[in-house]
């Protein structure tokens, strides 16, 4: 939701590229690990959706990044999102190495 607020004040020119692309990637982190946590009977199922889910938060990153770049968002801003995203990538890290735990 932050990156949904901060993409509101990007230029228009970017509402169909760098605006849309920011805001589908990361509504896709939530929505694979929604899969990911439905798939949990079928482990290369379960794994499939998490890795879905680090690539986009990935991608999120590199738009992170550009939006940085083009002086949309602010330096301090980035930081943070880009952080949270480091975290989200830690947990899905773990959770593909490990998805016995989670498996039903």
């Given at each position: 939701m932050d990156i949904f607020q901060m993409t509101k004040n990007f230029p228009k020119e970017e509402r169909y590229s760098l605006t849309d692309q920011m805001r589908r990637s990361s509504r896709s982190v939530c929505a694979n690990m929604a899969e990911a946590w439905r798939k949990r009977r079928y482990q290369a199922a379960f794994i499939a959706k998490l890795s879905d889910c680090e690539a986009e938060a990935a991608e999120t990153q590199v738009w992170i990044k550009?939006?940085?770049?083009?002086?949309?968002?602010?330096?301090?801003?980035?930081?943070?999102?880009?952080?949270?995203?480091?975290?989200?990538?830690s947990g899905l890290v773990h959770l593909i190495k490990s998805p016995k735990t989670w498996l039903l």
């Open positions: 550009f939006a940085v770049k083009c002086a949309y968002l602010e330096r301090d801003q980035a930081k943070v999102l880009y952080s949270t995203y480091n975290q989200v990538l």
